[in-house]
């Protein structure tokens, strides 16, 4: 089973639709979680922290369910410039903090 | 300004032919990491810089070796490339292994191509 796991898509909405993200981590003594963007054939970027009691940034939520070892991510009034793929990201418990990425959700946004 | 710089962007190598990618940083950070990334996967930490340690991930192919020459400058030699070598090779560096993931910075990555 892979440490991180995502639906990679492609998910193909229109400008202005709401659209989620799930993710599943097998490891449940991880500690920190995120939420990573990538562009096409470029390095990912950080979007947004997660953490337990959900945060908020724009348009952007992301929520962490410790118990069920889930994260989200919801993205709302989605712009053309949201096409993207987007990385689930875990810090596993113990030792050094590398990250551990999942394979990606793409989301294509079309006009 | 870049902080984290990879050369080359691209670099085409023969089977079998030894090839070096580079990555340097303005950050004088302490820790310094190779990623693998091929195409629609997760990118895959290689090992990392601790300072001069070096810390290889245990399922890293002997394939692959780092040097890293002093804090502003890392290098990934891959002795033997193979066709399944063929990836974006990304470079990160964080302040202290301690630092959560927005202390990380990437590169623009290396895409390989291996002919």
């Known amino acids: 089973r892979k440490e991180v796991e995502q639906d990679p898509g492609p998910f193909n909405v229109p400008e202005g639709a709401t659209v989620a993200f799930n993710c599943t981590y097998s490891n449940s003594a991880s500690q920190s979680f995120f939420w990573y963007r990538q562009d096409c054939r470029k390095e990912p970027k950080l979007l947004m922290s997660v953490y337990s009691s959900g945060n908020e940034d724009g348009r952007f939520t992301a929520q962490l369910n410790r118990a069920s070892q889930y994260i989200s991510l919801l993205i709302r009034d989605s712009k053309l410039s949201d096409s993207a793929t987007y990385l689930c990201v875990v810090i596993p418990s113990g030792g050094y903090n590398k990250l551990i990425f999942g394979a990606g959700t793409r989301l294509a946004v079309h006009p | 300004d870049a902080m984290v710089i990879q050369n080359p962007r691209y670099q085409v190598t023969q089977f079998g032919k030894p090839v070096t990618l580079s990555c340097s940083q303005t950050?004088?950070?302490?820790?310094m990491y190779w990623y693998q990334q091929k195409s629609s996967q997760a990118p895959k930490l290689l090992f990392h810089?601790?300072?001069?340690?070096?810390?290889n991930e245990a399922d890293t192919p002997d394939n692959f070796q780092s040097r890293r020459p002093n804090t502003s400058f890392c290098f990934l030699d891959i002795r033997s490339p193979g066709l399944g070598d063929a990836a974006m090779y990304l470079c990160a560096t964080s302040r202290d292994r301690g630092e959560v993931g927005y202390g990380y910075t990437f590169g623009s990555g290396t895409r390989l191509t291996v002919v």
């Open positions: 950050l004088n950070h302490n820790v």
């Open positions: 810089y601790y300072d001069k340690d070096f810390n």
